[in-house]
Nanobody
Framework: QVHVVESGGGLVQAGESLRLSCVAS????????MGWYRQAPGKERELVAG???????NYADSVKGRFTISRDNAKSTVYLQMNSLRPEDTAVYYC????????WGQGTQVTVSS
Protein backbone atom coordinates (compact mmCIF):
# COMPACT_ATOMS: atom_id res chain seq x y z
CA GLN A 1 0.00 0.00 0.00
CA VAL A 2 1.29 3.45 -0.90
CA HIS A 3 1.87 5.99 1.83
CA VAL A 4 2.75 9.61 1.13
CA VAL A 5 4.23 12.43 3.13
CA GLU A 6 3.53 15.97 2.02
CA SER A 7 5.78 18.83 3.11
CA GLY A 8 6.81 22.36 2.26
CA GLY A 9 3.80 24.30 3.49
CA GLY A 10 3.98 27.34 5.70
CA LEU A 11 2.81 30.86 6.40
CA VAL A 12 3.60 33.38 3.68
CA GLN A 13 2.42 36.76 2.54
CA ALA A 14 0.43 37.34 -0.61
CA GLY A 15 2.66 37.34 -3.67
CA GLU A 16 5.25 35.00 -2.20
CA SER A 17 6.10 31.47 -3.27
CA LEU A 18 6.21 27.97 -1.80
CA ARG A 19 7.31 24.61 -3.14
CA LEU A 20 5.47 21.56 -1.91
CA SER A 21 6.85 18.03 -2.05
CA CYS A 22 5.09 14.69 -1.85
CA VAL A 23 7.23 11.62 -1.26
CA ALA A 24 5.66 8.20 -1.73
CA SER A 25 6.70 5.04 0.05
CA UNK A 26 6.70 3.06 -3.17
CA UNK A 27 7.03 3.76 -6.84
CA UNK A 28 4.47 6.14 -8.26
CA UNK A 29 5.27 5.16 -11.82
CA UNK A 30 2.18 2.97 -12.05
CA UNK A 31 -0.05 5.88 -11.11
CA UNK A 32 -0.62 7.30 -14.54
CA UNK A 33 -1.87 10.61 -13.28
CA MET A 34 -0.73 12.17 -10.02
CA GLY A 35 -2.37 15.22 -8.59
CA TRP A 36 -2.24 17.89 -5.94
CA TYR A 37 -5.45 18.59 -4.11
CA ARG A 38 -6.41 21.16 -1.52
CA GLN A 39 -9.10 21.58 1.08
CA ALA A 40 -9.93 24.93 2.57
CA PRO A 41 -11.90 25.25 5.83
CA GLY A 42 -15.56 24.51 5.27
CA LYS A 43 -15.01 23.48 1.65
CA GLU A 44 -14.69 20.20 -0.20
CA ARG A 45 -11.35 18.87 -1.33
CA GLU A 46 -10.56 19.97 -4.88
CA LEU A 47 -8.03 18.93 -7.49
CA VAL A 48 -5.78 21.85 -8.41
CA ALA A 49 -3.14 20.23 -10.62
CA GLY A 50 -2.47 16.91 -12.31
CA UNK A 51 0.44 15.40 -14.19
CA UNK A 52 0.55 12.27 -16.31
CA UNK A 53 3.41 9.78 -16.38
CA UNK A 54 4.52 11.36 -19.66
CA UNK A 55 4.60 14.83 -18.14
CA UNK A 56 1.36 16.28 -19.50
CA UNK A 57 -0.09 18.73 -17.00
CA ASN A 58 -3.47 20.21 -16.26
CA TYR A 59 -4.55 22.90 -13.81
CA ALA A 60 -7.64 24.31 -12.21
CA ASP A 61 -8.49 27.72 -13.60
CA SER A 62 -7.91 29.29 -10.19
CA VAL A 63 -4.19 28.36 -10.21
CA LYS A 64 -3.37 28.31 -13.90
CA GLY A 65 -0.30 30.40 -14.66
CA ARG A 66 0.76 30.50 -11.00
CA PHE A 67 1.25 26.85 -10.00
CA THR A 68 3.48 24.27 -11.66
CA ILE A 69 3.28 20.54 -10.98
CA SER A 70 6.16 18.18 -11.71
CA ARG A 71 7.09 14.61 -10.87
CA ASP A 72 10.27 12.58 -10.46
CA ASN A 73 9.31 8.95 -10.87
CA ALA A 74 12.79 7.77 -9.89
CA LYS A 75 12.43 9.52 -6.54
CA SER A 76 8.71 8.73 -6.20
CA THR A 77 8.15 12.43 -5.62
CA VAL A 78 5.65 14.96 -6.90
CA TYR A 79 6.21 18.69 -6.55
CA LEU A 80 3.99 21.75 -6.65
CA GLN A 81 5.66 25.09 -7.22
CA MET A 82 3.28 27.82 -6.12
CA ASN A 83 4.00 31.41 -7.13
CA SER A 84 2.07 34.64 -6.65
CA LEU A 85 0.18 33.12 -3.76
CA ARG A 86 -3.16 34.63 -2.75
CA PRO A 87 -5.12 34.48 0.49
CA GLU A 88 -7.67 32.26 -1.27
CA ASP A 89 -4.94 29.64 -1.76
CA THR A 90 -5.00 29.02 1.98
CA ALA A 91 -5.77 25.34 2.50
CA VAL A 92 -4.33 21.97 3.43
CA TYR A 93 -2.63 20.52 0.37
CA TYR A 94 -2.54 16.79 -0.40
CA CYS A 95 -1.19 14.63 -3.16
CA UNK A 96 -2.82 11.50 -4.50
CA UNK A 97 -3.50 9.68 -7.70
CA UNK A 98 -6.21 11.09 -9.92
CA UNK A 99 -7.58 7.93 -11.55
CA UNK A 100 -6.37 5.39 -9.00
CA UNK A 101 -6.10 6.63 -5.42
CA UNK A 102 -4.39 5.45 -2.25
CA UNK A 103 -4.91 6.43 1.41
CA TRP A 104 -4.65 10.16 1.96
CA GLY A 105 -1.64 11.56 3.78
CA GLN A 106 -1.68 14.20 6.49
CA GLY A 107 -1.28 17.01 4.02
CA THR A 108 0.66 20.21 4.46
CA GLN A 109 -0.87 23.50 5.59
CA VAL A 110 -0.47 26.56 3.39
CA THR A 111 -1.54 29.87 4.85
CA VAL A 112 -1.36 33.06 2.81
CA SER A 113 -1.84 36.36 4.60
CA SER A 114 -2.96 39.52 2.84
Amino acid sequence: QVHVVESGGGLVQAGESLRLSCVASTSIFSFKIMGWYRQAPGKERELVAGISSSGHTNYADSVKGRFTISRDNAKSTVYLQMNSLRPEDTAVYYCNGVVTQFPWGQGTQVTVSS
